[in-house]
């Protein structure tokens, strides 16, 4: 059932920040965002660890606009790291919170305690608790799957959230369905995410937390598996782990996620920063490279989205490297907080129906696999 004037508190935490917004139905009241560098975030030993700390976060920055959790009709949350579902608004129950809490989709997410604090608060106030498009919905296509080990399946793991939002406001833009275009997609902030949309499909991409793709302020990116093995002599698993959510890229290079630090040090001369900053640009470019093979080329616009797309230098690197391929486009920021919001107020008003959480992945193997 559907009441007017409901107020939704939109949660949103990422590597680099918590992100909360409170809707009034489409109104937003207020987002706020704060910034986490890496050396804090990595004082817990692990993303569960960060759950009371988000908590107090969340609760300052309501009390700062004169509101408590007891003022909220329906909590929202970002999800991730529970097995693999198709896209859309999934209703948060024991079971998602718990295979979310658990990691049992394979990766280490702070998107996940989105779906965590919304089970918190919801169930604390017997209020709806929702998640849309977590960071592990799964269009991949067989040949995205495939791995020179057989058995050993690439994940679907990325911005799913922001890249669907942006690709359907460029595609509203051009007069076109989502449904009826052909787009690269980058997701260029703490985690950087570069996807192949087909015809409403995520089909391709660089697994966000999983060692694929470009190093970005906070992950390691690619990197050849003998030299991670040669890692993994001195270091446990548990260390490779956060190098591929929360303490690779900047961080390893430079003790810090702070992009506007990296950034400043790479004007002033820096030849480290330089070097890094450029080669992310540079690694960025090749997956772009990559996703216009999987389309065969056939690319109606190139979209950079996300907190680093405020750097001139980064869409200029792109530029250079990608224009040829495609138009490219620019959405600074994200859409991630109106996506949540946007999505749970269909459902609300009837409009649409949400899922449920199945506890079964998407993909489990081929039919070979048995």
Not at 238 to 260: I, K, L, P, W, Y
């Amino acid at each position: 059932m559907y009441f007017t004037l409901m107020k939704l508190l939109i949660i949103n935490p990422g590597s680099t920040s918590t992100k909360i917004s409170v809707f009034e139905d489409d109104s937003a009241i207020f987002t706020e965002s704060v910034f986490h560098d890496a050396p804090l975030l990595l004082s817990f030993n692990t993303t569960n660890d960060q759950l009371p700390f988000r908590r107090s976060v969340i609760i300052d920055i309501l009390k700062k606009h004169d509101l408590g959790l007891e003022d909220i009709d329906v909590f929202v949350g970002r999800g991730g790291c529970a097995y693999s579902q198709k896209e859309g608004v999934m209703i948060i129950d024991k079971k998602l919170y718990e295979d979310t809490k658990n990691d049992v989709g394979g990766s280490d997410h702070p998107a996940k305690l989105g779906v965590m604090l919304a089970y918190d608060f919801g169930t604390k106030y017997n209020k709806p608790m929702y998640t849309v498009d977590p960071t592990n919905v799964d269009e991949l296509c067989p040949y995205a799957r495939i791995t020179g080990i057989k058995g050993i399946y690439k994940r679907a793991q990325s911005h799913v959230l922001n890249q669907k939002g942006i690709a359907r406001l460029h595609a509203k833009k051009i007069g076109k369905k989502y449904e009826e275009c052909l787009f690269i997609i980058c997701h260029i902030d703490g985690g950087i995410t570069v996807n192949a949309h087909k015809y409403g499909k995520m089909i391709d991409g660089t697994e966000g937390a999983g060692g694929d793709g470009a190093f970005t302020p906070t992950r390691l990116g690619s990197i050849p598996i003998m030299e991670v093995a040669k890692y993994l002599e001195t270091h446990s698993t548990d260390e490779m782990e956060a190098m591929c959510s929360r303490s690779g890229g900047f961080v390893s290079h430079f003790g810090t996620s702070n992009s506007d630090t990296i950034h400043k040090m790479k004007e002033d001369g820096d030849e480290h920063a330089i070097l890094v900053w450029d080669t992310m640009i540079y690694q960025i470019s090749k997956s772009i490279g990559a996703m216009a093979t999987v389309l065969e080329g056939n690319v109606d616009a190139i979209l950079l989205t996300g907190g680093l797309v405020r750097f001139d230098d980064i869409i200029e690197g792109i530029k250079k490297k990608c224009e040829w391929i495609a138009p490219i486009y620019t959405y600074k920021g994200e859409v991630e907080q109106e996506a949540l919001a946007e999505s749970v107020l269909k459902v609300l008003r009837g409009e649409e129906k949400a899922n449920r959480y199945t506890g079964k992945p998407v993909f489990n193997g081929f039919d070979w696999d048995d």
